[in-house]
C-alpha cells in the first residue's frame, strides 16, 4: 500500500496527530468565516493571523463549501502546516485548523493565491 499523494483531497483531509491534537486543545485564534467566499475567507485569514507568533495553532469556522481543498492549498503556497478538519458538535459550520510557520510566504494583498512580489 503505497501513501497517498499529497495533492489529493483525502491526503489533504487525512488526520494527522497534529490535527487530532489540534482539535483537542484550545486555538490560539479561531476566525469566523461564516459567509464567506475563498478570496474573503483568505483575506480575513491573512489579517487576524498577522501577529501572531510561529506555532500558533488558529481554527477556521467556515460555511465555504471549497474550504477542504482551499485551505490546504493557501497552505501548502504560504508555508503554514494545515492540520485538517477539527470535530466540532455545536456548530453547523466546518471548522479546519492550521499551525503558523516561522517564515510564511508573503501574498499579494489584493490576491491571496498570488505570492507578492520579490522587494529588493
Excluded at 492550521?98 to 517564515?103: G, H, M, P, Q, V
Amino acid at each position: 500500500m503505497t501513501a497517498p499523494d499529497a495533492a489529493t483531497p483525502d491526503a489533504a483531509n487525512a488526520a494527522t496527530p497534529d490535527a487530532a491534537k489540534a482539535g483537542t486543545t484550545a486555538p490560539d485564534l479561531t476566525v469566523d468565516g461564516t459567509g464567506l467566499l475563498c478570496v474573503q475567507l483568505l483575506l480575513r485569514l491573512r489579517a487576524q493571523i498577522a501577529h501572531l507568533p510561529a506555532g500558533a495553532v488558529v481554527h477556521i469556522h467556515t460555511t465555504d463549501p471549497a474550504a477542504p481543498l482551499d485551505l490546504p492549498a493557501w497552505c501548502h503556497l504560504t508555508g503554514h502546516a494545515y492540520l485538517g478538519q477539527v470535530p466540532y458538535e455545536a456548530t453547523d459550520r466546518e471548522v479546519y485548523a492550521l499551525r503558523l510557520t516561522s517564515a510564511p510566504v508573503r501574498t499579494r494583498p489584493d490576491h491571496p493565491w498570488h505570492p507578492a512580489p520579490a522587494t529588493d
